[in-house]
């Protein structure tokens, strides 16, 4: 499925010796990501598997990962504005601009340079398959009578992303979102292994975090915030048809580079991500991952993102999450 939004992108030219002018050809010697989180999450997952379509395409010589964990990701963001190192990309999505509306941190997006919006990876609430919870609707009625033998879990903060898409998917059920007992994890992969320990009945996730472990009977989708079905979900149900109607969220991704980087360099990672979504490596990974194309290059990443500020601030008021 492909949502991309392509703008007037520059001709492939020669950048700073980076630059190849034959189509596949090496756009960009090198390339670190940065990833504010453990291995296992969405953002790692999303950041080597961009890496490997790259290198394998030979788009990039060479890509090396680094996790950062720490202060909600805010760690991660510091340490790159502190750096100021061109070769870095950091990996990033909606929590960066969650937790800055929070004041988790003091950064915004404003303070790095938006490089590109690469993907979307829908929302899902999974169980382990060995749940007495079969279905979304087992779920709601569970959870509205006694809601305190219900825990779910997340990947996030309290108050964060796979916190506040809980709450959106049950108040869209008609249940009470405030009476959620959420349980935080680091990033998604320790929130799984959560779930498949028993430590909670639940699991608010992205479907590229799931769909692997559901393929292999480990866990159980139970619906998912695509307002349609996806085909990588292999038969799961949106949530808007399982019983939370309206229920639609995307959780984008993408890359942000150093404050300080030359329009050269930025513009040759723009290129790079431009030329991969052509690739056959490319496509095998967004395929396996069951994620959504969203290219949102430059000034259109910096447009969405300010319209994603104000939607997900509306809605944190509205759920008393600010």
Not at 122 to 149: K, P
Not at 296 to 307: I, Q
Request: include cysteine; proline fraction near 4%; aromatic fraction near 8%.
């Amino acid at each position: 499925m492909k949502f991309r939004m392509l703008g007037a992108l520059a001709a492939m030219t020669i950048m700073v010796g980076q630059v190849s002018q034959a189509e596949n050809h090496q756009v960009v010697d090198k390339i670190h990501f940065l990833i504010p989180g453990g291995a296992g999450g969405g953002w790692d997952g999303t950041a080597r598997g961009t890496g490997l379509a790259l290198t394998d395409a030979g788009l990039v010589g060479s890509a090396t990962y680094e996790n950062m964990s720490g202060g909600g990701g805010g760690r991660a963001i510091a340490h790159l504005i502190e750096t100021d190192d061109p070769n870095v990309l950091l990996v990033n999505s909606t929590p960066i601009v969650i937790r800055s509306l929070q004041g988790v941190f003091p950064q915004s997006f404003r303070d790095l340079t938006p490089v590109a919006g690469t993907i979307g990876d829908y929302a899902t609430l999974v169980v382990h398959t060995d749940s007495e919870i079969a279905t979304f609707q087992d779920l709601v009625d569970r959870y509205q009578a006694d809601n305190g033998s219900v825990t779910i879990g997340g990947g996030s903060v309290q108050g964060g992303m796979d916190h506040i898409v809980a709450a959106m998917i049950m108040q869209n059920a008609g249940a009470d979102p405030a009476n959620i007992r959420y349980i935080p994890y680091d990033t998604g992969g320790p929130a799984m292994a959560g779930l498949l320990s028993g430590e909670i009945q639940a699991l608010s996730t992205g479907l590229s975090e799931a769909i692997e472990l559901a393929r292999q009977g480990e866990v159980r989708i139970l619906c998912l915030t695509a307002m349609e079905e996806v085909p990588a979900a292999d038969g799961a149900p949106t949530c808007d048809a399982a019983g939370a109607p309206g229920t639609s969220f995307v959780n984008w991704r993408g890359f942000f580079a150093a404050p300080g980087i030359s329009d050269e360099r930025v513009q040759a990672y723009r290129d790079a991500l431009t030329a991969m979504y052509d690739t056959e490596e490319w496509e095998a990974v967004r395929a396996r991952n069951g994620w959504v194309e969203i290219f949102n290059p430059g000034d259109e990443f910096v447009t969405f993102l300010e319209a994603q500020e104000q939607q997900i601030g509306d809605l944190m008021r509205q759920l008393g999450f600010l």
